[in-house]
Antibody
Framework: EVQLVESGGGLVQPGRSLRLSCAAS????????MYWVRQAPGKGLEWVAG????????DYADSVKGRFTISRDNAKNSLHLQMNSLRAEDTAFYYC?????????????WGQGTLVTVSS | DIQMTQSPSSLSASVGDRVTITCRAS??????LNWYQQKPGKAPKLLIY???TLLSGVPSRFSGSESGTDFTLAIGSLQPEDFATYYC????????FGGGTKVEFK
């Protein structure tokens, strides 16, 4: 069974940093692109960042570019999101998401999400 | 970025009703349109990709269609487990989502 389990969320002050992780299991991790998608409480979905299967390509939403960094460790079947200079508007559930294929922004399987709250 | 305009934002329906949700892209996306279902407190679930291809295991009462930059999700006969919020998403370029349609019990 494909499983994605996020961790690392919590309450953080504006301007500080947080690192999210996602543990993947049940599939060949390095065969797939991976993503982070977020959802502010009670709001819609927003794609945040993506990384290719071999880490050669990464891309980011304009709203987080220069502040967030996506990375992966294929040896450990893990995905990460380093979030710096956090703002109140970054408050959201952050989902780790697997692609349907090697890449194509088709969000096949989602984790349960981890809540990040940015507040003083 | 490509804007996705989804309508309606909410609708009320009864079990057995046929329901349609529309999503319009701000430019051509060559059929790269996907639909997700999200239930309260849960992660979204992929239902349809490529405008009309059902993911394995998705009931056949769900269907998708396209006409130019307009896309439609239809639920043929609404079941109790279908009350949820539905999102469209384009995967033609940097991904963007529609605002969502909440399907509520009438």
């Amino acid at each position: 069974e494909v499983q994605l389990v996020e961790s690392g969320g919590g309450l953080v002050q504006p301007g500080r940093s947080l690192r999210l992780s996602c543990a993947a299991s049940g599939f060949t991790f390095d065969d797939y692109a991976m993503y982070w998608v977020r959802q502010a409480p009670g709001k819609g979905l927003e794609w945040v960042a993506g990384i290719s299967w071999n880490s050669a390509d990464t891309d980011y939403a304009d709203s987080v570019k220069g502040r967030f960094t996506i990375s992966r460790d294929n040896a450990k079947n893990s995905l990460h999101l380093q979030m710096n200079s956090l703002r109140a508007e970054d408050t959201a559930f952050y989902y780790c998401v697997k692609d349907f294929n090697r890449g194509g922004y088709l969000f096949d399987t989602w984790g349960q999400g981890t809540l990040v709250t940015v507040s003083s | 970025d490509i804007q996705m305009t989804q309508s309606p934002s909410s609708l009320s329906a009864s079990v057995g009703d046929r329901v349609t949700i529309t999503c319009r892209a701000s430019q051509s996306i060559n059929g790269y349109l996907n639909w997700y279902q999200q239930k309260p407190g849960k992660a979204p679930k992929l239902l349809i990709y490529g405008a009309s291809t059902l993911l394995s295991g998705v009931p056949s009462r769900f269907s998708g269609s396209e006409s130019g930059t307009d896309f439609t999700l239809a639920i043929g006969s609404l079941q109790p487990e279908d009350f949820a919020t539905y999102y469209c998403q384009q995967s033609y370029s940097t991904p963007t989502f529609g605002g969502g349609t909440k399907v509520e019990f009438k």
